[in-house]
């Protein structure tokens, strides 16, 4: 799974490697923002460019950034449905960011965003997972990478916002990838 994130979310210019939001209202948040990430990007562009880019945007935000939230909620069921019938599970969370702020910010930011992700497992259909968290036949492997795997074309100038926050490439950076690490039968 490749759960998105708008620039500097959850919890912009924080500090703290961890939140108390979870994932699924920032992803509405963010999704809500489409909108202005099209415009902020393709304002100055030729009537054709923009046709096309604002098409590549709708499909990042419909497929991506929507379809990760539909995508993570359907894998929370089945893995509920995998922990219920006496299996485990280890999962990989990977977070990453664009490469807009410092290392050490941006690996900070990371461990944010895989937190919520973590908190969204914890309050699933009303913490339903977390006897499973408790007993570790659910746990983690956590990884906040920041900017370290970032796509060379994402820009981290300051004062090119809209290469460096509304940019497709940069919006890609901005993630956490939930895998899974191992995953095996009790019974």
Same mark, same amino acid.
């Given at each position: ?10 919890? #912009? ?7 108390? *939001? ?5 992803? *509405? ?10 415009? &902020? ?57 664009? #490469?807009?702020? $410092? ?23 009303d913490g339903a997972l977390m006897p499973f968290i408790y007993s570790g036949a659910l746990s983690y492997n956590v990884q906040p990478l920041g900017e370290t795997q970032?796509? #060379? ?9 809209? &290469? ?15 895998? $899974? $690490?191992?995953?095996?039968?009790? &019974?």
């Amino acid at each position: 799974l490749y759960l998105y994130y708008d620039n500097d979310y959850p919890n #912009p210019r924080s500090t703290s490697p961890t939140t108390d *939001v979870e994932y699924v209202s920032t992803n *509405v948040e963010y999704y809500k923002k489409k909108q202005d990430f099209i415009q &902020n990007f393709t304002d100055d562009m030729e009537l054709e460019e923009a046709f096309r880019t604002r098409r590549r945007f709708n499909d990042f935000f419909n497929l991506e950034v929507r379809g990760g939230r539909y995508d993570l909620e359907e894998f929370s069921k089945r893995l509920l449905t995998w922990l219920e019938a006496g299996n485990t599970f280890a999962l990989d969370l990977k977070g990453f960011a664009s #490469p807009r702020a $410092s290392s050490i910010y941006n690996e900070i930011l990371s461990a944010r965003r895989i937190k919520a992700v973590q908190n969204f497992f914890e309050q699933y259909k009303d913490g339903a997972l977390m006897p499973f968290i408790y007993s570790g036949a659910l746990s983690y492997n956590v990884q906040p990478l920041g900017e370290t795997q970032a796509d #060379p074309r994402v820009t981290d100038k300051l004062d090119d916002r809209k &290469n460096s926050i509304f940019n497709l490439f940069a919006s890609l950076e901005r993630r956490v990838e939930v895998r $899974s $690490s191992e995953s095996n039968k009790e &019974n």
